[in-house]
């Protein structure tokens, strides 16, 4: 079990998945993702959310040697998907007497996951409702839609602890050597992006606690500089830009459409802006997506295919429509070499998000770059770039 230090009373027992290759089967993982689970004892004890069916061996092996023979009295289910809820039925199986603590919508949908009828052994939690552990109290708190319906979070107040479910949390294994920012951003805007709102609601009612520790369910538990992190997530749920830059998003067919894109490149660069390039067809399309949340402008660029747009592009605007990218500028180039459509397509796409300012007018590349066509990305660029 890896040595991961809480405290005396709450133990670590999740486990590290380094052999996923798809998180969600959409999402790239290169260094694993964790399943984090906690126990804290007590005069009783509370079980904090069980693991993924992957790995559930290990999982339990971590918690007998933690329980050290004694039974748990609750297992409290924070979200039901299944990368945390995959063992309930199992846990509950071995332990017949442990009571399962989840909300209401939680109860209802439980059923819809095992075969076993669990529910008369439920302990159906609203907002402000309260179990006492001994020493331990655990205060619930409501979470709709961040980001399932059923979710909440729970703060035990004599340690200070914010056990806050997929909030907070990141890609990789609790052993990467990786910076928090980048891969929490990832997961952020990728899983939880769609939800701002219900977001920046849980997130005034953590304002009202003393938060000394957050133990999310995947990635780091988060002891020391907790403003950094809040504050982030303020920012992420409210869809403001982290930082000035731009993203140039492009799909290319035969590689005229990345010449211009590498071209454009060049000319933000020589202007003193920060760019982040992304070819669609090839790059990770949630980092190509978190970043266009990062920086505060967008470039996309893609040709005419089939009278419509190259698929990787549609796939990028369709991720961005459907996590809410707001509040950005937008420049756009077309490609085509008889009858370009794709700059009017992606504009009906940022026609119908909040607070876009399209750059105009749009570059139209026919077919490839030319004298032409550099000088009107200049002037493209400089309309980007201004304030």
Request: aromatic share 10%.
């Amino acid at each position: 079990m890896k040595n991961v230090i809480i405290s005396d009373a709450v133990k670590y027992i999740g486990v590290d998945d380094k052999t996923i290759d798809l998180f969600e089967s959409q999402y790239v993982v290169p260094n694993g993702v964790s399943y984090n689970s906690y126990v804290i004892l007590d005069e009783k004890i509370a079980i904090m959310d069980t693991v993924d069916k992957r790995a559930t061996q290990e999982w339990m092996e971590n918690m007998d040697q933690v329980l050290a023979g004694r039974t748990p009295d609750y297992l409290v289910v924070s979200h039901l998907e299944p990368d945390h809820a995959g063992n309930i039925q199992r846990i509950a199986e071995k332990y017949p007497e442990m009571e399962i603590v989840l909300s209401a919508k939680a109860s209802a949908m439980l059923p819809q996951f095992f075969d076993k009828d669990l529910s008369e052994r439920f302990v159906v939690v609203k907002e402000g409702d309260s179990l006492s552990l001994g020493a331990h109290t655990l205060h619930f708190v409501m979470a709709p839609m961040v980001h399932w319906p059923e979710v909440m979070v729970e703060y035990e107040s004599t340690e200070k602890i914010l056990f806050s479910a997929d909030g907070f949390g990141k890609f990789g294994a609790l052993d990467a050597e990786e910076e928090w920012t980048e891969e929490a951003r990832r997961y952020f805007i990728n899983i939880v992006g769609k939800y701002g709102t219900q977001v920046q609601n849980l997130l005034k009612k953590a304002a009202t606690l003393d938060i000394q520790t957050i133990c999310p369910l995947h990635g780091p538990i988060l002891k020391e500089n907790l403003g950094f992190y809040i504050q982030k997530y303020l920012k992420w749920s409210a869809y403001e830009p982290e930082e000035e830059g731009v993203v140039i998003a492009y799909a290319s067919i035969h590689g005229n459409t990345a010449q211009a894109a590498k071209k454009l490149v060049e000319i933000l660069k020589e202007k003193g802006a920060k760019v982040a390039a992304y070819d669609l067809a090839r790059d990770d399309m949630a980092a190509a997506v978190s970043d266009a949340y990062r920086f505060d402008k967008l470039v996309v660029a893609c040709p005419t295919y089939d009278a419509s747009l190259f698929p990787c592009m549609e796939d990028f605007l369709y991720h961005l429509k459907i996590k809410a990218f707001q509040n950005r500028k937008v420049a756009i180039m077309e490609n085509g070499s008889w009858a370009p459509m794709a700059g009017k397509l992606m504009r009906a796409y940022f026609e119908g998000m909040k607070n876009i300012t399209i750059c105009e007018p749009i570059v139209t590349i026919k077919s490839a770059v030319k004298p032409e066509t550099v000088k009107a990305m200049e002037e493209m660029a400089e309309v980007l770039l201004s304030k």
